[in-house]
T-cell receptor, first 111, second 113 residues
Framework: GQNIDQPTEMTATEGAIVQINCTYQ??????LFWYQQHAGEAPTFLSY????GLEEKGRFSSFLSRSKGYSYLLLKELQMKDSASYLC????????????FGTGTQLKVEL | ETGVTQTPRHLVMGMTNKKSLKCEQH?????MYWYKQSAKKPLELMFV???????ENNSVPSRFSPECPNSSHLFLHLHTLQPEDSALYLC????????????FGPGTRLTVT
């Protein structure tokens, strides 16, 4: 089975840095995704990690440790528009590109 | 705009109605997915189609019936739904190369009365 844990809510200040953690206990692993979802909108792809280490993409970075079943999404220079839900998802090793999602972390960016 | 469109965006139906949700992707992808998103719950995968063949049916009740007539279109036929089926239904598509990230449509907000 798959179990993915994320904090439900986080609050941060504009211009600051925030780290959103995701831990997973899965029967198999073939990559971890982070998606951003604004209220009432479609989830949009942010990052993908399949090997250990840090992937950087502009203001967003994502880290993976497969041995610890742990990932985080790092958001730098926070902007008000970053207020959204951040979804962590693990891909099953079998075929079909099947993703199991966490419940998401609702991030609120304040002035 | 992610290249995946869904219609209708909002739907209210009674428990005895029959309706269909439509998804279309303009990205040239060869796999399509249906997800259910309920409040306070994770996105739940319902169905996966790859090259128009169903490769995943995630223990979904038979009152939900998917159809994939070609690689660009995906339907979800609904009949005799229950109030607990009220949710946001998201469609996604992906390519068969690279990281296989999924591109989502805006969803259909379904309310069953």
């Amino acid at each position: 089975g798959q179990n993915i844990d994320q904090p439900t809510e986080m609050t941060a200040t504009e211009g600051a840095i925030v780290q959103i953690n995701c831990t997973y206990q899965t029967s198999g692993f073939n990559g971890l995704f982070w998606y951003q979802q604004h209220a009432g909108e479609a989830p949009t792809f942010l990052s993908y990690n399949v090997l250990d280490g840090l992937e950087e993409k502009g203001r967003f970075s994502s880290f993976l440790s497969r041995s610890k079943g742990y990932s985080y999404l790092l958001l730098k220079e926070l902007q008000m528009k970053d207020s959204a839900s951040y979804l962590c998802a693990v891909r099953d090793p079998g075929g079909g590109n099947k993703l199991t999602f966490g419940t998401g972390t609702q991030l609120k960016v304040e002035l | 705009e992610t290249g995946v469109t869904q219609t209708p965006r909002h739907l209210v139906m009674g428990m005895t109605n029959k309706k269909s949700l439509k998804c279309e992707q303009h990205l040239g992808h060869n796999a399509m997915y249906w997800y259910k998103q309920s409040a306070k719950k994770p996105l739940e995968l319902m169905f996966v189609y790859s090259l128009e063949e169903r490769v995943e049916n995630n223990s979904v009740p038979s009152r939900f019936s998917p159809e994939c007539p070609n690689s660009s279109h995906l339907f979800l036929h609904l009949h005799t739904l229950q109030p607990e089926d009220s949710a946001l239904y998201l469609c996604a598509s992906s390519t068969g190369q690279g990281t296989y990230e999924q591109y989502f449509g805006p969803g259909t907000r379904l309310t069953v009365t």
